[in-house]
């Protein structure tokens, strides 16, 4: 084979595609309960988009971005992240005007070029959640509650929900100058990397897996926010308990992306190793202002679609297994194939799940491709059911066969189905 995919990609199919697909399913059906409705917003965007939202020195916008000029030489960059991309359709389409909360979910690829590993690739999917239009902690708790509930509605142990503020332009520049002073004295104990960003951006020391040991001698945002900024964080706090949503601070919780304020939060799995995080969000008020369109505050969240399959709990796994699909048709004779495609058709338009296996191949070979595919039903069409116009359905779980007539063969089944 002379092409491979590239480096940090998946191809998904079979048995994993289904879980994918279910698990999609179910996550988008919660996430319209609570009142989101689906965005979609292009693949690519222009590259200025995530300078200016995800921050200039950020890793992404450094050194993860896949960025490429259009036959125009306007440069583009693949999504590497959704939040950036719906604040623009936001304001592009000027949802502002009508008021009120705003409440989108998406799910969908981003790109970052970063080092593969289990559990971080170069393509990626996130399933994520915007509330658009308000400054209120009640909409913080809504989100924080809603990226909970993915992960209970696949019956997850209890997580390790982080929660923490990071500031506002009130009061995130003077503690990072603040920051800046203590890490004059500190230089020589930062990694390389840190050493050259401490003086741009001393936030990303935090951020930094490398540089824990001098992350526990610095002054924490928490004790410096002002007034606005820790009324907010603690009537949050106030509604999660109210809740009873468990979550610890973390005073060290900061997120890569340049764009949040005020509440940050992430749900971290204990069993996943260096990449623990299955989802991360926050509050993003400054935002819409940097893309040049006023005042809107916002949160949001998004997950790691990957990260959630490689977690997901045995039991929601054996459930599914049991999810079988209804009738596997073996042909032995194809006299009447266009009759049983008729037949399988009408199955289908139904909600009914009906394979023909047109592959010629022998009986054995049929019937066991009907059990490994978990199909309730085969249906056997051979020469001797043709000639009494009737098929042999089998039961693949008790064994038992019957002989239906095949006027009647479609309501069979379909009824077997419900069972
Ligand atoms: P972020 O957009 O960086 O806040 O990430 C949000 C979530 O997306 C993380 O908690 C992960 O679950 C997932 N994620 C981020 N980057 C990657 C990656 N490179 N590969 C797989 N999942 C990722």
């Not at 506002?168 to 603040?178: I, N, R």
């Not at 104990?189 to 001698?217: T, W, Y």
């Not at 199909?375 to 000639?387: N, Q, T």
Request: aromatic share 8%; with cysteine.
């Amino acid at each position: 084979m002379k092409f491979k995919r590239p480096r940090g990609t998946n191809d998904l199919f079979g048995d994993r595609m289904s879980i994918w697909q279910q698990a999609e399913s179910e996550l988008t059906g919660l996430i319209r309960n609570y009142g989101y409705s689906e965005i979609r917003t292009p693949i690519f965007e222009m590259t200025d988009l995530f300078v200016r939202a995800v921050g200039e020195g950020s890793d992404i916008v450094t050194k993860e971005m896949y960025t490429f000029e259009d036959k125009k030489g306007r440069s583009l960059t693949l999504r590497p992240e959704n939040t950036a991309p719906v604040m623009r359709a936001f304001l592009e389409n000027s949802l502002h005007r009508t008021g009120g909360i705003k409440r989108f979910y998406y799910l969908g690829p981003m790109f970052r070029y970063d080092r593969p590993q289990a559990g971080r690739y170069r393509q990626f999917h996130q399933i994520g959640v915007e509330a658009i239009g308000s400054e209120d902690p009640s909409i913080d708790a809504e989100i924080i509650d809603v990226s909970l509930s993915m992960y209970k509605l696949f019956r997850y142990p209890r997580l390790d929900v982080r929660l923490n503020s990071v500031g506002c332009p009130k009061c995130l520049p003077s503690f990072k100058e603040v920051l800046k002073g203590e890490l004059e004295g500190l230089k020589e104990e930062l990694c390389g990397n840190c050493q050259d960003r401490a003086m741009i951006n001393p936030l990303r020391i935090f951020d930094c897996k490398s540089c824990d040991d001098v992350k526990h001698k610095l002054p924490v945002i928490t004790d410096h926010l002002c007034g606005e900024c820790r009324d907010h964080f603690g009537k949050l706090q106030e509604i999660l308990d109210g809740m009873k949503i468990d979550y610890s601070l973390d005073p060290l919780l900061v997120r890569g992306l340049d764009y949040y304020t005020k509440t940050a939060f992430e749900i971290l799995h204990p069993e996943l190793g260096a990449q623990n995080a299955l989802c991360g969000g926050g509050r993003y008020d400054g935002l819409a202002d940097d893309c040049g369109g006023g005042f809107v505050p916002a949160i949001g969240f998004s997950a790691g679609m990957e990260r959630l399959i490689e977690t997901l709990p045995e039991e929601y796994m054996s459930n599914l297994a049991a999810a079988a699909k209804v009738a596997y048709f073996a042909i032995l004779d194809d006299s009447m194939i266009a009759e049983i495609m008729l037949i399988a058709r009408e199955m289908r338009l139904e909600g009914v799940s009906a394979v023909i296996d047109l592959s010629g191949r022998n009986i054995k070979k049929q019937m066991r491709a009907a059990s490994d595919g978990s199909f309730k039903y085969a249906v056997i069409v051979g020469p001797e059911e043709i000639g009494r116009q009737e098929a042999t359905v089998k039961d693949l779980q008790s064994g038992e066969q019957e002989s239906i007539s095949l006027d009647k063969l479609q309501s069979y089944l379909v009824e077997g189905a419900k069972e």
